[in-house]
């Protein structure tokens, strides 16, 4: 037998902690159950006070829970409302399998909320862990309209598609960032390691003036393989970074980072045809789930990552407020295409523009597979290119010394 320390919640929510002596965790889960009590936690008791141990732990955790656990999360709740079981004993097997600590405590308080006659969208929102605030809308959407499995299955679908998404895009840059790195990784050996010993090779033929392109790339050998280059050049990156990300925060500097980033080569056309994507595929579910189409301009709005998509849509829901068709303020806009602007004005005068936006939505989608599907074609000559300078650069200053001092012997 051993001692087993608990913690779980009485059906009107209260939490309880207690001991129980036991043969494993089985037998306690069953000891508590009996019992009527939600198991929230169970670990083993040792000499300290793991509990109060754990629960500093809790607050160090690090990172946020990744999306797809989300996805599984949702499409589990929608999976069990759809199924007709009560939202209270859906949200207390989700807790009972919930892998991390973050979501385990979340949820315990969504489900005590919850027996406290709270609504779901409610209870979601005081956490927000798991949903954001365009999907709680829906989520309160669903619970007005009664079709809250149906929304749920929804959200589930979009979080399913935005992780699809992210790991294309993840997946296509995957290729081009180990290149460069390990171009740079070549770059710095040849600099510290093998420059130095062609550097004393040269001096062993006498004083011999060697080529500019030979000489620079000494000197820059040189500095970099000096300590105080290497000290002064991290607290530069440092600063540099701080600064940015300062510079990001202000409203000024994300526009201009934001409308820089729209304009780079082969990536700015991606980054808005994502804008445009996200922004089409996130008002056609909100206006099909019953949103107003002024709180599903301003929740979109939130959910997009451009600056001047996010304000675009901003002017959008001002302006639709005093009652100007969505196509009008969207035409002001130097981000979002002409053919979407004319697509929306053509749903609008025929009422269709929830079918419109799904057809853009699937055009785009379309579009942004093929992107990130060729994203390493697109890259190659760019990379060959950079690795062709500096194989020449190298070629020339190594070579050119040893062929001009086989002219002046001869």
């Not at 600590?101 to 315990?108: D, S, T, Y």
């Not at 650069?393 to 001009?404: D, E, G, K, M, R």
């Amino acid at each position: 037998m051993a001692i087993f320390i608990y913690k779980a919640a009485k059906q009107n929510g209260e939490i309880v902690n207690g001991e129980l002596d036991a043969q494993n965790y089985d037998e306690v889960y069953q000891k508590l159950s009996e019992q009527k009590l939600l198991t929230l936690d169970i670990q083993p008791k040792v000499e300290f006070d793991f509990k109060k141990f754990s629960s500093k732990l809790k607050d160090f955790e690090i990172g946020d829970i990744p999306l797809n656990e989300k996805v599984v999360f949702s499409r589990q709740l929608a999976t069990m409302l759809s199924a007709g079981l009560p939202i209270s004993q859906t949200i207390e097997i989700l807790l009972q399998q919930a892998k991390y600590v973050k979501m385990k405590n979340k949820l315990a308080e969504v489900y005590k909320d919850i027996q406290g006659g709270i609504p779901l969208s409610v209870a979601f929102s005081k956490q927000q862990f798991i949903f954001n605030e365009l999907q709680i809308s829906l989520i309160q959407a669903g619970e007005s309209s009664g079709n809250l499995s149906e929304i749920m299955l929804q959200i589930a679908d979009d979080m399913r598609n935005s992780a699809q998404l992210q790991g294309k895009i993840k997946g296509a840059m995957i290729y081009p960032i180990i290149i460069f790195l390990v171009i740079i990784v070549v770059v710095v050996v040849i600099m510290v390691v093998m420059v130095p010993a062609i550097e004393s090779l040269y001096k062993d033929f006498g004083n011999v003036e060697l080529p500019g392109v030979t000489q620079f790339m000494i000197n820059a050998s040189n500095t970099m393989s000096n300590p105080v280059f290497l000290i002064s050049s991290l607290i530069i990156l440092i600063a540099a970074f701080l600064s940015y990300r300062a510079f990001y925060k202000s409203k000024g500097g994300r526009s201009t980072i934001d409308k820089l980033t729209l304009v780079l080569p082969i990536f700015g056309d991606l980054i808005s045809k994502i804008q445009v994507y996200e922004m089409t595929r996130l008002l056609h579910m909100l206006l099909k789930s019953g949103i107003p189409i002024i709180d599903a301009l301003k929740s979109t709005s939130k959910a997009l990552s451009n600056y001047h998509f996010k304000t675009a849509l901003e002017e959008a829901a001002t302006e639709v407020a005093k009652g100007v068709p969505l196509a009008v303020p969207l035409s002001r806009s130097r981000v979002i295409p002409t053919i979407v602007v004319k697509l929306i004005a053509t749903g609008e005068q025929t009422g269709k523009t929830d079918q419109i936006l799904a057809e853009i939505k699937r055009f785009y989608g379309d579009q942004v597979d093929e992107m990130t599907s060729n994203l390493t074609k697109l890259m190659e000559p760019i990379i060959l290119v950079i690795a062709g300078v500096m194989v020449a650069f190298l070629a020339l200053a190594i070579y050119v010394p040893i062929y001009n001092l086989g002219n002046v012997i001869k």
